[in-house]
């Protein structure tokens, strides 16, 4: 099974698709600046003693919410201010979603990646408008794709003349409040791009608690490892220093103070991938 030409430089010093591990994660949402100031100073020592690239994460509105009474986040002016502020007092790149194309101009001024929720992957007006920022675009593979068909995903973007397009496996829907992984999609969609493992997304239960989502990150750390033996390019892998408190996606995120021991693990079984053969 061939794999895609060649990485890319998402900004200066991370490189997707050509041995680096590269880690996306933060909260779930920005709460506040200081929730995000808290993970983002931790993240920075634990990747740089790690050798991990290391992309801060969170999002400025949670569109997807399961009810209308959810906590959705701050909003774009003030989501975008605390990701500014963040990118430049901790000297750290930014990746955040969007939902809706006037979106993409904006947060491209503060992001170096803009992440397409998992929901949206199909909206080509989405897609064309993060393509054309000329910023790193991250699709989460919809619950519903077949990994084949994700590369028509990559190509609206490149349709935009930008390369810079790497795909994100959360795991697909398996009966109702359930979601499986099918490792088979990760060489799968290596075809086509970079591609990144959503350790928490993967072990969400969407929906499952009742008004909410639920989540079951006991397994996060099996899915992380085999997706790493695998031959992925990086993960996605969402934190939060108290996890029961967060506004969403506590169920299935990674404690904070777990995360150096959950990364050293995390990345043996990526230099173990890094050694597998794309062919068999």
């Known amino acids: 099974?061939?794999?895609?030409?060649?990485?890319?430089?998402?900004?200066?010093?991370?490189?997707?698709?050509?041995?680096?591990?590269?880690?996306?994660?933060?909260?779930?949402?920005?709460?506040?600046?200081?929730?995000?100031?808290?993970?983002?100073?931790?993240?920075?020592?634990?990747?740089?003693?790690?050798?991990?690239?290391?992309?801060?994460?969170?999002?400025?509105?949670?569109?997807?919410?399961?009810?209308?009474?959810?906590?959705?986040?701050?909003?774009?002016?003030?989501?975008?201010?605390?990701?500014?502020?963040?990118k430049r007092e901790f000297d750290l790149s930014i990746v955040t979603d969007i939902h809706e194309p006037n979106q993409a101009d904006p947060v491209s001024d503060v992001a170096q990646a803009l992440q397409i929720p998992a929901y949206l992957c199909r909206q080509t007006d989405l897609l064309v408008a993060a393509g054309k920022t000329g910023k790193t675009v991250k699709i989460k593979r919809g619950q519903f794709m077949a990994p084949e068909d994700m590369q028509y995903a990559v190509n609206k973007v490149k349709s935009t003349g930008n390369n810079k397009v790497c795909l994100t496996e959360r795991g697909v829907s398996f009966g109702y409040h359930n979601l499986v992984v099918d490792m088979r999609a990760l060489p799968v969609m290596r075809q086509f791009s970079p591609v990144i493992f959503d350790v928490t997304h993967s072990v969400q239960q969407p929906g499952g608690a009742g008004g909410s989502s639920g989540g079951q990150k006991q397994f996060a750390p099996y899915l992380a490892r085999a997706a790493g033996a695998a031959g992925v390019d990086g993960f996605f892998i969402e934190t939060h220093p108290e996890p029961e408190e967060a506004w969403s996606d506590g169920p299935n995120m990674i404690p904070l103070h777990q995360m150096e021991s959950f990364l050293t693990m995390t990345k043996e079984a990526f230099e173990l991938g890094q050694n597998a053969t794309n062919e068999i």
């Open 1 to 86: 099974m061939n794999r895609f030409d060649q990485g890319f430089e998402l900004s200066e010093g991370i490189v997707l698709g050509e041995g680096q591990m590269v880690l996306f994660s933060g909260p779930c949402a920005i709460e506040s600046y200081d929730v995000c100031a808290e993970v983002a100073e931790k993240m920075k020592l634990i990747c740089e003693k790690l050798d991990i690239r290391y992309i801060f994460k969170a999002s400025f509105d949670k569109a997807n919410r399961t009810s209308v009474n959810s906590q959705r986040g701050v909003g774009l002016e003030e989501g975008l201010n605390v990701l500014d502020r963040i």
